[in-house]
């Protein structure tokens, strides 16, 4: 644990609403986000700063999560943060009825995939397929850069997420051998790891989408 100077009380009362644990945390010692705080907060796998200053919205926000966004004010940011170096699996799924790739995450992929409607489960019109599966030590950070490198081909259509309905954050109209090119690419320039690597490659003929970039 790196926490050095003692949380508040106000402090303490945060991180407990929103189920961060003080492992994750590192304390800033009255800095402002700098790529030096960034890369110390990498360096020691911590997700958020405390005791962090320069708040544009509120001067009394202190903690920071490492694209210097004051969570505080942004608090739907704290759950993906917090995933940055959670063991799970990240997974490459395709529709062919929508002519789309999905990139997501999970903690097991048998429950995940099941919600999703991947493989012969046609309710509600779906028939995602699971292409691909790994497994990764640092999950958000794999969803993160995923998100980043696909960002151009990132759809705006919908997607059900067990009986919910979401804003297709995680569909890209692209192939899938351009988002194994990303999986590939973080392996390379990355350095991630990833394990227990599952690919139906007798399927993956049939999701060579084009690869369409989202208009501006």
């Known amino acids: 644990m790196t926490i050095k100077t003692p949380l ?30 960034k890369q110390s907060m ?15 919205e509120n001067p009394e926000y202190n903690f920071v999560d490492t694209d210097g ?6 608090t739907d940011k704290i759950p993906f943060a917090a995933r940055t170096y959670k063991t799970g699996y990240i997974y490459i799924a395709g529709s062919m009825n929508r002519h789309m790739i999905k990139v997501g995450s ?15 489960s046609k309710t509600s019109g779906e028939d995602w397929e699971l292409l691909l599966q790994a497994k990764t030590t640092t999950l958000g950070k794999v969803e993160r850069l995923f ?5 151009d081909y990132k759809s705006a259509a919908q997607f059900e997420k067990g009986s919910k309905i979401q ?8 192939s899938y051998n351009k988002a194994r090119d990303v999986m ?20 993956l003929s049939e999701f060579q989408f084009k690869n369409l970039k989202a208009k501006v």
Request: hydrophobic residues 30%.
């Open 42 to 56: 990498l360096d020691a796998q911590k997700v958020l700063a405390y005791n962090a200053t320069g708040a544009d």
């Open 69 to 74: 966004i004051f969570v505080q004010g942004d």
């Open 147 to 151: 998100q980043q490198k696909l960002s």
């Open 106 to 120: 999970c903690n097991e992929t048998g429950d995940r995939i099941k919600s999703l409607n991947i493989s012969s």
């Open 8 to 37: 508040t009380k106000e402090q303490k009362d945060f991180i407990k609403k929103h189920k961060i644990t003080e492992d994750l945390l590192l304390d800033a010692n009255g800095e402002g986000m700098s790529d030096t705080l």
């Open 184 to 203: 590939n690419a973080l392996v390379e320039e990355e350095g991630i790891e990833f394990t227990q690597i599952s690919e139906k490659k007798h399927l």
């Open 167 to 174: 804003n297709g954050g995680e569909l890209y109209r692209c």
